[in-house]
């Protein structure tokens, strides 16, 4: 159909962008990634989902009826996996902690705007910070808040080298620095540069909000074929994966409050774990809550759930703080974080137990257990935690978007930390717990503590607030998932009627978790969780690589005077296109 008098088309305004005489040529702000046009799979790109819906059905056969061969080769395969890659994955996030310093702090590169440059941010920065910090960490934020710090005071690389006993006072201070380690910037700047990668090109060049855009600004129009829609598959798998890490804990956790709450015998297996009947009956529950929110979309259900995470954890942090190690949780917060900004460079680039002693092979798993974990554990997440981000973060500058996602959220791990697990150390370094909270489980820790610290009455209340809390983060963080994965098969678009795939994610991160958790416990998860996480981290170091360029060729387009938004492209070109 031809156009009306006057009116330029498409294809002319295309030309005309293309014959410009400039030194450097616009942005690319047109993907277009091919979407069915009816039936069942109307808006979404088939070459996407339904491998990503294969893969993940079958990971959850295989786990289900052959649970034996499938623990043993994921096993196996962990070991490899571990052995071979820990390496990547330490250089890999510290390369990410320092790009995203670099950019938030160049002026030049700080003050491009995620979109129009004229444009306001879309939530208040409560709200954005409440989403960041649900969607982003809560459930094992909940869960490591005394795990972790006690889980160094027990074992640590100091521990193991002999320089300082288990279980002592001078056992606590490294014990911080490793926490702070895993739950800062090696986190939170990956999310951030996942983020913006994908961030940047969707809200300022009009790219759609998916995972292939942020390698467009390297690749270009290739993204639409197949290496895009393998980069997109990739993600879906590593989502799903990466969330149920995060659902099995919380799923533990749920069940260890529900017990002690009273809430009956049957929750708990001889073994003290969560029982194969509470697993299946909190997860029906949870993860319908988590589909019931997800199909409200981001404005309405995510964004007052996330609110009410923040209230709530508000609520409890300041009880830890009036009745428990309040005073000795911020030395340890003020201590802590010298360690951790001074020794930051060495802790990152380090690997561990290379001389092949006893100690050197101790070192060396103990950092492939725990650093190398969590480095596997924030990639898998990240194109969850990254898309969610993206998403919620149009109109702010890099800088704010950057020094945001990173700083922000890593403080509030670390006060998490050090006020609620500084509580459970100081009470079993003064004899008061008596091995009651270090030699419980990790699911059952926080309620050990309140335990201790609380009359029994005070504390059923507090337990019955946790376990309140953490239903909203396991809702939270799978609702999220859930639109993130919609959003990546529906080529960017979150806005569609799409239930049916959304009913379908909904059980596949049950089914996941919960076959799982039968399977071989969290361990299971986790070890699925690293395997996941490899293919992607590939696709994050070349994410990286692409928004730096795309940053840096948009500061010379400025010099020139080339427009670096899709808005500007469009305005040059209705101006330069010839009328019919």
């Known amino acids: 159909m031809s156009s009306h008098a006057g ?45 990503g819906k294969v893969i993940v059905s079958l990971l959850i056969m295989w786990a289900i009826f052959f649970p034996v061969s499938a623990n043993k080769t994921l096993t196996a395969a962990n070991s490899t996996i571990i052995a071979t890659f820990g390496g990547w994955y330490v250089y890999l ?17 700080g003050s491009l705007r995620i979109g129009p440059p004229d444009e306001a941010p879309e939530f208040s920065r409560f709200s954005w910070f409440s989403m960041l910090f649900g969607a982003g960490i809560g459930i094992g934020m909940l869960t490591y808040s005394t795990g972790e710090p006690l889980a160094h005071f027990v074992n640590n690389p100091d521990i193991i080298r002999g320089s300082v006993e288990a279980q002592s006072a001078e056992a606590v ?47 270009g129009r290739v993204m639409e074929g197949p290496f895009g829609h393998v980069v997109d598959i990739v993600a879906v798998v590593a989502t799903i994966l990466g969330v149920a890490v995060t659902m099995g804990l919380g799923v533990e956790q749920f069940v260890a409050g529900l017990a002690r709450l009273g809430l009956g015998g049957w929750l708990l297996a001889e073994d003290g774990s969560a029982s194969a009947t509470a697993i299946v009956v909190s997860l029906v529950a949870l993860v319908g809550a988590s589909t019931i929110s997800a199909l409200s979309g981001v404005g309405r259900g995510i964004k007052w759930l996330s609110n009410l995470n923040m209230g709530l954890s508000f609520g409890l942090l300041a009880l830890f703080a009036a009745l428990g190690a309040g005073l000795y949780g911020l030395q340890l917060l003020g201590i802590g974080l010298w360690d951790y900004v001074r020794t930051l460079p060495q802790q990152s680039l380090t690997l561990l137990g290379g001389d092949g002693s006893a100690t050197g092979a101790a070192l060396r798993q103990w950092q492939l257990d725990w650093t190398v974990f969590y480095w596997a554990w924030w990639i898998a997440f990240a194109p969850f935690v990254g898309m969610f981000i993206a998403r919620i973060s149009r109109g702010r500058t890099i800088r704010e978007y950057i020094l945001g996602v ?12 050090t006020l609620v697990g500084g509580t459970a150390i100081e009470l079993e370094l003064s004899g008061v717990a008596d091995g009651a909270i270090v030699g419980a489980a990790m699911s059952d820790q926080l309620y050990a503590t309140l335990g201790v610290l609380l009359e029994p009455g005070l504390a059923m209340v507090v337990s019955g ?18 639109l993130i994965v919609n959003t990546i098969n529906g080529a960017g678009d979150d806005e569609g009627s ?40 590939f696709v994050v170091a070349v994410m990286c690589v692409a928004i730096l360029k795309a940053v840096a060729y948009d500061l010379i387009r400025k010099k020139h005077g080339v427009p670096t938004t899709a808005q500007g492209c469009e305005e040059w070109a209705e101006k330069a296109a010839p009328a019919e």
């Not at 390369?95 to 670099?102: A, E, G, M």
């Open 93 to 109: 996030v510290a390369f990410l902690i320092v790009t995203s310093l670099v950019l938030a702090l160049l002026p030049k590169v």
């Open 7 to 51: 009116e330029a088309t498409p294809q002319m305004k295309e030309a005309a962008i293309e014959e410009a005489d400039w030194p450097i040529d616009p942005p690319l702000v047109e993907l277009e990634i091919d979407t069915h046009d009816r039936g069942f799979y109307e808006g979404f790109s088939r070459e996407v989902t339904i491998p």
């Open 498 to 537: 799409r239930r049916y795939h959304i009913l379908f994610w909904g059980a596949a991160i049950a089914f996941v978790v919960g076959s799982m958790l039968i399977l071989g416990g969290i361990d299971a998860i986790r070890i699925t969780m690293i395997i996941g996480a490899l293919p992607f981290s």
């Open 173 to 219: 201070r490294p014990a911080y620095m490793y926490t702070f380690l895993h739950w800062g910037l090696g986190a939170w700047c990956t999310y951030a540069l996942v983020g913006l990668a994908i961030g940047y090109v969707a809200h300022r060049r009009g790219l759609p909000l998916t995972i292939r855009s942020a390698l467009a600004p390297l690749f």
């Open 406 to 417: 990173t700083i922000v959220p890593s403080v509030m791990c670390f006060v998490w930390m």
């Open 465 to 482: 607030l946790v376990v309140l809390l953490l239903m909203t983060y396991l809702v939270t963080s799978a609702d999220s998932a859930i």
